[in-house]
DNA sequence: GCCGCATTTCAACAAGCGTTGAAAAATAAA
DNA sequence: TTTATTTTTCAACGCTTGTTGAAATGCGGC
């Protein structure tokens, strides 16, 4: 077998180019940043990638399917387990949720980075557009779908903005801009995730049931 | 008397300025780029403003004054016509998402990108701990303290919380990624920003009750 | 007219950028 | 071992970057 040794020097430049690109974003960073702090060439990125974007493409690609199989898996989970109205909207957004807790599960610390890479995207009015669709349009479909089952009667066009809301809080905590832990004095903390959720989850509940109409009552 | 002329070739680099630094970042607009879009020399925008760091703060610098006073009276008028009780939680959300709808009532189309640039800093790891505090810290504490008075019993932690997935939402929309346009078929539009607020404050006070609790304490 | 000052352009600098072809080193196959 | 292939480094390229000093332009006060 000649096949793929993977060499632990292309896995250190996706490292360390996730890390940076999520800090400073994609022309924040030069491919001399990224090998000088994975130990490397310059030209060894050139030689495993190809040009900067390719790189950066490369990035996101490395964790895409695994987050989104993990984040579908839970969906279908839960609507396995819920009666004929299906999941109350509590448990689908645990859904889209709970399973962004995978740098704990998995012990790689890397998915932390790559969170932070993803909410520098979708904020993004240049990267946005250009990335966004292709890599979770899927994802999103599937949810909303079972959102509108979980609130019916209720019109798409409150249901999407009532997404957005969602999808800004998300956004904004996957950031970790530390925001919160100055603005509270420490009482709160960007990278207590469970945290986040915990609080995050019914907050967004309640929003979609009081803009989507209140015939999606709660159930435990 | 030879006071500021107030040359317009100045200005027009703060407005190219702000859009470009809005649509692709800090480090991805150069100043030749800001020059030729401004119809100018590149060497006009060290004379005025110093170094490119320099331009990037007065970009932000030229509006604060006016949106945080703009926001601040809002939440005083608020104030001024409640009873004892104070201002409920919809109006003090009212009160800090209406003034920034100020594209339309000024008729300065600049304003849109400006909001986008505070929604690129907000949601940046790098840039939002070196300018988000200094920008609206004043701003935040006395909304989140008219929250806490309309929320009473409710634990500080709790309302950081609900406060971080509000300025999450609105980041997003501030950001105009257009992503919702795309997802909601057409349904909704990221321009419309009456539309948007429309949905975050019923949204968003949910969700403070919610979290919150809907008067007195909340569960243990 | 000329003068003084603010504004704008011109021209160029050193430094850093992404990228590439060829050499060197490491690894696998024989 | 020798050979073939992959991986990594070296050295350099053409180009762009932010910045600056000096020259040119505009303009009100004399």
């Known amino acids: 077998m000649t096949k793929t040794r993977q060499a632990p020097k292309r896995e250190r430049i996706l490292d360390v180019a996730e890390e940076l690109f999520a800090l400073r ?42 987050l989104n199989s993990a984040r579908l898996d839970a969906l279908e989970a839960c609507q396995a387990s819920a009666d004929a109205a299906g999941p109350s909207v509590e448990q689908i957004i645990e859904a889209f949720l709970r399973p962004l807790e995978l740098a704990q599960e998995t012990g790689d610390p890397g998915w932390q980075n790559y969170l932070a890479l993803i909410a520098y995207i979708n904020n993004s009015p240049y990267w946005g557009p250009r990335m966004m669709s292709k890599l979770f349009d899927g994802l999103v479909s599937a949810f ?49 995730f469970e945290a986040a959720y915990d609080h995050m989850i019914p907050f967004v509940a309640a929003g979609f049931r009081e803009v989507c109409g209140r015939s999606g009552k709660k159930r435990a």
Do not use: M
């Open 25 to 66: 974003g994609y022309d924040g960073v030069t491919l001399r940043q990224i090998a000088n702090n994975a130990g490397v060439d310059v030209a060894l990125a050139s030689y495993h990638f190809g040009k900067k974007l390719d790189l950066f493409n490369a990035v996101f690609e490395r964790r895409a399917a695994h």
């Open 144 to 192: 909303i779908a079972a959102l509108r089952k979980a609130l019916p009667g209720a019109r798409d066009e409150d249901i999407y903005w009532c997404y957005h809301n969602l999808s800004g809080a998300l956004t904004l905590t996957l950031a970790q801009t530390g925001r919160i832990d100055k603005l509270s004095g420490g009482k709160c903390l960007s990278a207590d």
